[in-house]
């Protein structure tokens, strides 16, 4: 089970693109289909985040480091659904009218926060290859503490657009700050034993 459970976490995560399908094939977008694949995918991003940060903890409360095995695959399909998300914005929502992207990246703060934290993620995707981590070696882990920042950012982004951090934003930040709070407590305890 253990050796093709990569295989089979590779799978559920393309779930968000199965769900957009069938509404799609069924014509079960509603009223705003560009506004229902943007969120659809946005929140997939925040969710992507959310696993991401919760592997090192479920690792440390199991006893299993069989977690953090996912770790990278979930980070990369947090940079795929960002960049789907983005996508739908900048090809659906303004059929890549670049004057108003501009406008709305400088004007609107959420879209700003957003777009920073996709820009964020790019040296992370970039650096994900075994071949990078030997070739950073400590640098590696600095440079991907930068995905507290972007959780950071995606939470804000939810908040901003949705203009009160009632409910669902506030669900994400909680979980967010809660996952935070646990790997600086993982980090500091391993800071302590060294
Ligand atoms: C890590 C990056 C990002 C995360 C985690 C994220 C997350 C989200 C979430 C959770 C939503 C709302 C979903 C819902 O209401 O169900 C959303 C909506 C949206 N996002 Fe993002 N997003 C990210 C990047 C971006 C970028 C790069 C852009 C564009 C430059 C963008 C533009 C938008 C827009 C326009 C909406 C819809 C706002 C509306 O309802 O009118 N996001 N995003």
Redesign the pocket.
Known sequence: MIRYSKIIVFILCLWPLVIISLNIYYNELGAEPV?KI???F??W??IF?CLTLAMSPLKRFTNLAFWTKFRRMLGLF?FFY?TI??LT??GL?YRFDWQP?FN??LKKK??FI??S??LL?IPLAATSSQKMINLLKQNWKKLHRIVYI?AI??AL??IW??KTIFF?PLI?SVIIVVLLILRIRIKTRKFNYE
């Open positions: 506004k943007m969120n659809h946005g929140e991003t925040l985040i947090v960002a998300h983005l914005y900048i929502d992207i709305d990246v959420f879209i957003g777009f934290a996709w993620l972007i950012f995606g982004h939810y657009l949705s669902k994400y």
